[in-house]
């Protein structure tokens, strides 16, 4: 049994080790930077909050990143569940601790595996795409939601460390192999790009993320993200077929002409997302998470978007005029509503 290590204890780790753990796998937590978090899950053990919302406590072995010292025999597998921007310290602090050949998967959002493969090695980096979310509500305390995962070898060969990694996950959510893992990245980056910052800018709280495809202002800003961030997956060799289960050419239709047709597919096809917050995430929580949304995680996504354009020579005005608007929002210079929208649609020509 190989010994696996997670790095960051929210609600994308917390969930994972829980599962895991639960399902008999030598599972460490490493809480990065909480120390309460470490304590108390060390004193009552994890509760873990399934999408029905049953609890459970599981008893994971767990350290506070200072006491990453006392770890006798290095681990073979390393999830980093970090938010993007700790991603490259998270790895090096680790680093000493993962035997030469230890798998280091990341399930965040961004294309993170262009700040792994420098530290860790290109042969040891295998993508997992999430589309599944947790909440952390308190210290010892995650939330889940269903959903499933997306894992395969850089270079699309379905290898038996794939298949090993996917029993181990199965113990969390249901698991797909892909022979196109990068391709399934673009297309998870591109809806982390759209959906949240244009609710964002529009003012729909977190948690109601299905709202940015409830009104004809958000889906064509969502249509252009679409059809932009294709062009750049495009060039970069990965172009998407398509977003949501709506087609690229029809998102490029709606962009033009949103008819209603288009748009209630749209909007049917926006319907897992969640209408309201997850068991046991209050209000506090919410402001949380948007902070670490949109502050630190941005430039891993949006921005991740506007760069790659700049190197391939694929202009990204939506992504740019986005980003500039949520930063804007948070030093105060304008506020969430209707006439963002309304400015992005006319600054940007869906061609």
């Excluded at 889940?144 to 850089?154: A, S």
């Excluded at 940015?212 to 800003?221: D, G, M, Y």
């Excluded at 969640?274 to 506090?284: A, F, L, R, W």
Aim: charged share 20%.
């Amino acid at each position: 049994m190989k010994k696996i290590a997670i790095a960051g204890v929210g609600g994308i780790g917390g969930n994972m080790g829980g599962y895991m753990t639960r399902g008999g796998q030598d599972v460490t937590l490493i809480c990065m930077s909480w120390k309460e978090n470490a304590e108390v899950i060390k004193k009552d053990g994890l509760t873990l909050i399934s999408p029905s919302g049953e609890q459970q406590t599981v008893r994971p072995k767990v350290l506070f990143v200072d006491e990453l010292p006392q770890v006798k025999e290095k681990f073979q597998v390393l999830f980093i569940c970090m938010s993007s921007n700790d991603t490259v310290k998270t790895l090096n602090i680790i680093k000493p601790y993962i035997t030469e050949d230890c798998w280091v998967i990341s399930p965040q959002n961004g294309i993170n595996e262009d700040l792994i493969i420098p530290i860790a090695g290109r042969k040891n980096v295998i993508p997992c795409v999430s589309h599944t979310g947790g909440g952390f509500v308190r210290p010892g305390v995650v939330s889940m939601h269903e959903g499933y995962y997306v894992i395969g070898e850089l270079d699309g060969k379905i290898t038996p460390r794939i298949k090993e990694l996917a029993e181990m996950l199965r113990l969390v959510v249901p698991v797909r192999i892909s022979d196109n893992v990068m391709q399934a990245r673009w297309h998870k980056l591109c809806i982390a790009a759209m959906v949240a910052p244009v609710a964002q800018i529009y003012g729909f709280e977190h948690g109601f993320l299905r709202g940015a495809f409830s009104h004809e202002k958000t889906r064509q800003v969502l249509a252009r993200f679409v059809i932009e961030v294709n062009r750049v997956a495009g060039a970069a060799g990965y172009p998407l077929d398509n977003v949501e289960t709506i087609k690229i050419a029809d998102w490029a239709k709606y962009a033009k002409f949103p008819t209603i047709e288009l748009g209630q597919q749209i909007e049917t096809a926006g319907a897992h997302f969640p209408g309201n917050t997850p068991p046991g995430i209050g209000k506090k929580g919410n402001a949380d998470q948007r902070k670490i949304s949109f502050s630190s995680e941005m430039d891993h996504i949006n921005g991740y978007i506007t760069r790659k354009g700049k190197e391939l020579g694929i202009p990204t005005p939506v992504n740019d005029l986005v980003v500039e608007m949520v930063f804007a929002m948070e030093t105060g210079k304008i506020k969430p509503g209707l006439a963002n929208l309304e400015k992005i649609i006319k600054l940007t020509d869906p061609k």
